[in-house]
């Protein structure tokens, strides 16, 4: 029997300009309108998450509002017959919790083609783990090595390394075979990223040095780049003769201060990442391998779980560079 009411986190702008965010009953009739009902069990914490809970622009438009841009849980009902009543599904990326109600709330209702079957070799618990995040770290991989990067060709260099992103793109990439430098801002968390898998871990200083000149000493295979700004633009000098490199985020900066010289004298390829409307059949392939292949045993065992009213503190360390690994939301329980 499904409630008519359940819990949700909801962001909503004070008197003032400050963001504040509460935990509330919500109707399920104010849901939007959707084929598919879920009863979500588990969210993450992403970036955007961050910025739609504490009302940055860019992300959500309308409050209050139902951050949460991944979601993992069991059908309630679909109107199309695209899934059945009690089938295990996830939802990243669209709208969700942008500006349509996300996954911090217990039930979300959203258009069937938002739906992705639960991998075989996944729990609900897991696929939220890997979230957004691991979507978009898998994707840069599988553009990589279809641009052909691959496990010989050398090492890849991953930026931002100690985030959700970053951390798993190392699991990933270490799991299929790649040999990886990982840069960070965080040079205590040498063992960290060790035990994920990089061979080698180098400070945003280390990166940088030569980076006045217009094209640096060649170094990278590929590279999986989650902060753009000055460290892409060096990461991509940086890069061997016809490697690649995957642009998917803006941690440190969305400008890209950067010469043709790496794309006419060395032939780099720079590969633009988007996992929200990520095609249906590149969405399933990727998340079969996140399950198979590439399942990174390391960092599915260390997430740390939290409950909704778990999320306050972590919104505001995530905006400020200073969380490691993943951040897994434990929504049924709130
Ligand atoms: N395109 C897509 O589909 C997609 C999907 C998911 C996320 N993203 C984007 O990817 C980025 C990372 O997301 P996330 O969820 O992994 O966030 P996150 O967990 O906060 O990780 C970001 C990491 O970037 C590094 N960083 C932060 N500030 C920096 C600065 N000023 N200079 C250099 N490095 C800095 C930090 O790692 P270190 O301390 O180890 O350096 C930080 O942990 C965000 O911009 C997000 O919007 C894009």
């Known amino acids: 029997m499904t409630p008519q009411t359940f819990r949700a986190l909801v962001a909503e702008q004070g008197p003032g300009d400050e963001f504040a965010r509460r935990i509330v009953e919500r109707n399920l009739d104010e849901l939007p309108a959707g084929e598919l009902l879920v009863k979500v069990h588990y969210s993450s914490l992403n970036y955007k ?12 438009r309308n409050y209050p509002h139902t951050p949460g841009i991944d979601a993992a849980g069991e059908v309630v009902s679909c109107t199309d017959g695209t899934f059945s009543p009690g089938e295990r599904v996830l939802v990243t990326g669209y709208d969700l919790g942008m500006n349509t109600p996300g996954g911090y709330g217990q ?117 999986l780049d989650v902060v753009g700004g000055e460290l892409l633009s060096a990461a ?41 409307q990520c095609p249906p059949a590149t969405r399933h392939e990727v998340w079969q391998r996140l399950a198979g292949p590439w ?4 960092l599915l065992a260390g997430a740390v779980e939290v409950p909704l009213a778990g999320l306050e503190e972590r919104f505001h360390a995530m905006l400020k560079g200073e969380l490691s690994g993943r951040t897994v939301v434990d929504v049924l329980t709130a």
């Open 49 to 60: 998450d961050a910025l739609s809970a504490l009302g940055r622009p860019g992300v959500t």
């Open 295 to 298: 399942r990174p045993e390391r």
């Open 236 to 276: 991509v000098r940086s890069t061997r003769y016809g490697g690649a490199v995957t642009c998917c985020g803006l941690a440190a900066s969305p400008e890209l201060p950067l010469n043709v010289f790496p794309f006419i004298l060395r032939a780099v390829s720079l590969i633009g990442i988007d996992s929200a």
């Open 107 to 223: 039930y979300i209702r959203v258009p069937s083609d938002w739906g992705v079957r639960l991998p075989v070799g996944l729990t609900l618990k897991e696929s939220m783990i890997l979230g957004t995040a691991g979507l978009t770290a898998g994707l840069s991989l599988y553009r990589l090595a279809a641009a052909g990067v691959h496990p010989d060709s050398g090492e890849v260099l991953v930026t931002g390394a100690t985030g959700g992103v970053g951390s798993l793109a190392v699991c990933l990439l270490a799991k299929a075979g790649y040999r990886v430098a990982a840069v960070t801002g965080k040079v205590n968390q040498l063992d960290f990223l060790t035990s994920l898998g990089a061979k080698a871990v180098l400070s945003r200083e280390e990166l940088l040095r030569g980076a006045d000149r217009p094209l640096m000493k060649e170094r990278w295979a590929g590279v």
